[in-house]
């Protein structure tokens, strides 16, 4: 192997439980978002167009749909000769095998692969975020800077503040002060989870760690709080731009309208394609009693009812008198005639029946906690029957059948 | 099918269409919103598991090979076999004379000889169909005819297509002219499968004795000899040969029975993919009946048309009854109706261009009205 300056290592073993069902059979990471896209395909992306050719991606949990989405790595120019993409589960060793105990543990167990390539710096992302990030900028500060770790940050709004790590800086950038998810946050500028390390101070690092057996394992817990103890060279990267953090099913609702809005996320720019691996559907079909307004549909759909501010995915039918409003539907899913969808995301493969409504009521029955700010939820090859209710907040797993109403 | 390869001739020389076709190989000519025309007969062949695919081009083959690249969007970016792209041989001066298909296939004998395949199925491009050779192929093995040709069956005869008489047995007994014989009406597609030694032969023969008419010399010469078979392909499939056709076929997608018979087939046709963002309809768009390929901004009015990839459709503007290839803007207020729009052509403010459906307008390349 050619030595390499930067590899990126991509965690994608969580669960995403907070997704509810749509994460019951895939990982976070292979939940589908924007419209053709996966959540994965955002920091891929960012690689392929930062000049990363070598990419780890940790998995563990359910990695089956995620395994086969990656493949190769041929969409994301990945699949390279020296280099490339490469999917890392957990393995067992001689005497034992562990799952992977935190984030940091990950790496920890993934030490040989990373020194196969003998990189002088190693990229660490999260598999669960949406934004374009130029990671060549970033590596440039942390070679100027000389630093150990460079954490990118964000603000974010004060009273959301406690979910993230926060971090103060001083005047040269310098990190001053990092708290995992304090209960009274000093500031609102907040770890985007994307950090650089000097390859060799971070083994060091992951082995000390290791072998504490006090240590949860993990990043924000353990590993930056340490360092920033002992005095190590710890900068903060400012972070300009649209970013979003799709834990729950508010938040991935929330992600996928905002790429109707022209200031959040700009999917256009020629020099910065997402790249993902195409479904490869003839072009979209209107029928002639359509009417799409304010929504983004793409290939293999067809569209014969109303569609007001909704995102569609590819091979969705929408049949003559149905209402999709503030909605996303995945692939495949069929909503069925005069039924009314509003602000529900529909799982991939989804048969809502006819004269449904879906997200109008207050209505308890399938109400989960998952569910919130009025986002309902349908599982991913659900058939719902014609004519049934589903409230506010729910959370559909199981075929809901016809009979009285 | 292991023991059969596919070359397709990607040649101009049957069809006409005119400004579309001077910036391009008609094989490469964009069609229904995201593909080109010899993605049709492409998909077919590796839809049939076919793995040894030649592409014999004439000059114009620019935007061909661009399209076909390393052949992995079908699976043909392969270690053993692929696609083979075969530009016409260095000698075009001296080989100039007779028909293109007689002079690319003369072109190419070194490259079939070479190929172990036993059976060569030899196509045109300008084809729209989905279609598996499969069934044909393995016809023409059980038969142990040197040819087989597939026609479909049409009810008129027209000019400039050629049509075979047929036994009992569906062996062909002869091959007819245009617009003559009103009761043969089994039309040639240009797709036939050769036994290739034979095909081989004929070639080198004809290359000898200064013969160069293929529908003559090669496939007549072996019908003559009660040698080749028919087999009717009963789907659908339409031949481009004029801008009237490629109009008619390109609206026959309108027809939903024909749009599932062509794209939602077990079997797909595939093409290059481009990561186009999904397309984006804005407040005042207004789309019905249409077809709509991806990275598109819609503001306007859509009726009736098939807009391609990241064609942008301005507040007010009414596209109906067109066809408008990739990158196109329409602007504010514009106005068109049965209009073909070749690739990144730029409507302003205000204008208006409007032909008539047995009369469309063509709009070349790159033009800003």
């Not at chain 1, 529900?344 to 207050?362: F, H, M, N, S």
């Not at chain 1, 399938?366 to 700010?373: E, F, L, Q, R, V």
């Not at chain 2, 169909?129 to 008129?156: E, M």
Request: proline share 3%; aromatic share 8%.
């Amino acid at each position: 192997m050619n030595k390499k300056e930067c590899i990126a290592m991509i965690l994608a073993g969580g669960q995403g439980s907070r997704l509810g069902v749509l994460t019951r059979d895939l990982a976070k990471p292979a939940v589908q978002y924007g419209g053709k896209y996966r959540i994965i395909d955002f920091p891929l992306t960012n690689c392929a167009h930062s000049g990363i050719d070598t990419v780890g991606i940790l998995t563990q949990y359910k990695p089956l749909e995620l395994n086969t989405y990656i493949g190769s790595g041929q969409p994301w120019d990945l699949d390279r000769n020296d280099g490339g993409v490469y999917v890392l589960p957990p393995y067992m060793r001689e005497t034992a095998g562990e799952w992977y105990k935190g984030t940091a543990n990950a790496i920890y167990q993934n030490i040989e692969f990373i020194d196969k390539f003998n990189p002088e710096y190693v990229l660490i992302l999260s598999g669960d975020h949406i934004y374009k990030m130029n990671y060549a900028d970033m590596l440039s500060y942390h070679i100027e800077k000389n630093a150990d770790v460079t954490i990118a940050m964000i603000p974010v709004a004060m009273e959301e503040a406690s979910r993230f790590g926060i971090l103060q800086t001083d005047d040269n950038g310098r990190i001053v002060t990092f708290e995992e998810k304090p209960a009274k946050p000093k500031s609102n500028t907040a770890s985007m989870g994307i950090y650089i390390f000097t390859w060799d101070k971070l083994r060091k690092e992951l082995i000390e760690d290791e072998n504490d057996a006090a240590s949860s394992n993990d990043f924000g817990k353990n590993i930056i709080p340490k360092m920033l103890r002992q005095g190590s060279a710890l900068f903060g990267y400012k972070f300009e731009g649209y970013w979003k953090d799709v834990g729950t099913v508010e938040s991935l609702w929330q992600s996928n309208m905002d790429i109707l809005e022209s200031d959040c996320l700009d999917l256009y720019n020629e020099d910065w394609t997402i790249l993902s691996k195409s479904p490869l559907e003839s072009p979209h079909v209107l029928g002639k009693n359509s009417n799409v307004k304010d929504s983004f549909i793409t290939e293999g759909c067809y569209i014969d009812g109303t569609v007001k501010h909704s995102v569609i995915f590819d091979g969705v039918s929408i049949e003559k008198g149905a209402e999709v409003v503030d909605s996303i539907v995945m692939s495949g899913a069929v909503i069925g005639e005069d039924s009314r969808i509003y602000k529900t995301i529909v799982g991939p493969g989804a048969k809502i029946g006819r004269k449904c409504r879906l997200g109008l009521d207050e209505e308890d029955k399938y109400k989960s906690k998952y569910c919130s700010g009025g986002v309902s939820l349908v599982g991913a090859d659900v058939t719902i029957a014609d004519g049934s209710a589903v409230g506010r907040n729910s959370m559909i797993t199981e075929n809901i059948k016809g009979g009285k109403r | 099918m292991m023991d059969t390869m596919g070359v397709i001739i990607a040649c101009n020389d049957k069809v006409n269409l005119g400004e579309l076709e001077r910036v391009r190989s008609v094989s490469a000519m964009p069609f229904g919103g995201r593909y080109r025309l010899i993605d049709f007969v492409l998909s077919g062949m590796v839809n049939s598991n076919i793995i040894n695919v030649g592409v014999a081009t004439d000059y114009n083959y620019q935007s061909l090979l661009d399209h076909l690249g390393s052949g992995k969007p079908w699976d043909l970016a392969r270690k053993k076999y692929g696609l083979f792209i075969l530009p016409p041989f260095a000698r075009h001066q001296e080989s100039i004379s007779g028909d293109m298909e007689m002079n690319l296939l003369t072109g190419i004998l070194h490259y079939m000889k070479r190929s172990s395949q036993k059976y060569v199925i030899v196509a045109d491009c300008n084809n729209v169909c989905n279609i598996r050779f499969d069934d044909v192929v393995a016809q023409h093995r059980q038969s142990g005819a040197d040819i087989t040709l597939i026609y479909q069956k049409t009810d008129k005869r027209v000019d400039g297509e050629v049509y075979a008489a047929l036994d009992e047995n569906n062996c062909v007994t002869g091959l007819h002219y245009g617009n003559g014989n009103k009761n043969c009406t089994n039309r040639l597609v240009g797709y036939y499968v050769f036994t290739k030694e034979v095909l081989v032969s004929l070639l080198e023969k004809c290359q000898l004795q200064g013969k160069n008419n293929f529908l003559h010399d090669i496939i007549g010469a072996t019908v003559s000899k009660g040698r080749v078979m028919g087999y009717c392909f009963d789907g659908y499939l339409r031949s481009i040969t004029d801008i009237d056709s490629y109009y008619k076929v390109s609206m026959d997608l309108f027809d939903s029975r024909i749009r599932r018979s062509l794209f939602v087939a077990d079997d797909k046709i595939l093409t290059k993919t481009k990561d186009k963002v999904p397309t984006r309809y804005l407040n005042n768009a207004e789309v019905k009946s249409s077809i709509i390929a991806d990275g598109c901004i819609i503001d306007g009015i859509v009726e009736n048309s098939i807009l391609f990839r990241g064609v942008t459709v301005e507040k007010g503007a009414v596209i109906k009854n067109s066809i408008i290839m990739q990158d196109c803007v329409v602007s504010e207020s514009a106005m068109l109706d049965s209009v073909i729009m070749d690739k990144n052509c730029v409507i302003r403010k205000g204008k208006m261009l409007v032909g008539q459906p047995d009369f469309p307008i063509v709009v070349g390349k790159r033009r800003t009205i």
